[in-house]
Nanobody
Framework: QVQLVESGGGLVQAGGSLRLSCVVS????????VGWFRQAPGKEREFVAA????????YYADSVKGRFTISRENAKDTVYLHMNSLKAEDTAVYYC??????????????????WGQGTQVTVSS
């Protein structure tokens, strides 16, 4: 069992920056990748970014490429999402998730088996 706790959300003006954190605990030695997803009101939960724990390979949705950066700090079992040049359309609840499946398609929500409770990001225009 793996537990994830997000933090760092808040209210920011368009063009601003935020850093989200996701602390992973539990059977962390088994995790393959950690991803960030987001869900805006009335919309499906969508993939934002992911990083593999071994190797640090990163993956991004087209909508955030060049603006968001995902990173990890292995010693702290923490994954970060650095968000720059924020837009109103980035407003959503952001969730981190972990998958234990080696070779999982990290862009697919169903590949993840553990989820955090989410943190709200609101970008004012």
């Amino acid at each position: 069992q793996v537990q994830l706790v997000e933090s760092g959300g808040g209210l920011v003006q368009a063009g601003g920056s935020l850093r989200l954190s996701c602390v992973v605990s539990g059977r962390t030695f088994r995790k393959y990748a950690v991803g960030w997803f987001r869900q805006a009101p009335g919309k499906e939960r969508e993939f934002v970014a992911a990083i593999t724990w071994i190797g640090g390979n990163t993956y991004y949705a087209d909508s955030v490429k060049g603006r968001f950066t995902i990173s990890r700090e292995n010693a702290k079992d923490t994954v970060y999402l650095h968000m720059n040049s924020l837009k109103a359309e980035d407003t959503a609840v952001y969730y981190c998730a972990a998958t234990m499946v080696v070779g999982a398609n990290v862009g697919l929500r169903n590949e993840y088996d553990s989820w955090g409770q989410g943190t709200q990001v609101t970008v004012s225009s």
